[in-house]
C-alpha cells in the first residue's frame, strides 16, 4: 500500500501547484453561491449602480484574490502530510468536495 501511495505522490509532485488552484477553484464554484447571497443581502439597500460595481469588484477581484492567496495556502496544509501521501492528499480534498458537492445537490 505505501507503494501505490509513494508512486502516486512521485507521479502528482509536478502538479501540486496547479492542483492547488484546481482544489481552490473547485471550492469556490461549490461555494461561491453562497458568498454571492451574502454580499447580495450586504448590498441589498444600496443604489443600483454601486451594487453593480461592487458585485462586479467582488467577482472580479475577490475571488480572483481567493484563488492567487487560497491556493498557496491549501498548499501548504497538503504540505504538512508526509511525501509519500501528498498524492493521495490530493485526490481525497477533490473527493471529499466532490462528496460535498453531492449533498449540495451540485451533481
Known sequence: MN???SAL???LSPYYAEMSIMLMATILVV???IINSHIKRILA???FILRVSLFVV???FGYGALTLYGAPF???IIAYLPWKYRGAGFVF???FIGFLAE???YI
Request: glycine share 4%.
Open 58 to 60: 467582488l467577482c472580479a
Open 31 to 33: 461555494y461561491g453561491d
Open 103 to 105: 449533498r449540495r445537490r
Open 45 to 47: 439597500p444600496y443604489h
Open 93 to 95: 480534498a477533490f473527493m
Open 9 to 11: 505522490s512521485r507521479t
Open 74 to 76: 491549501l498548499h501548504h
Open 3 to 5: 507503494e501505490l501511495f
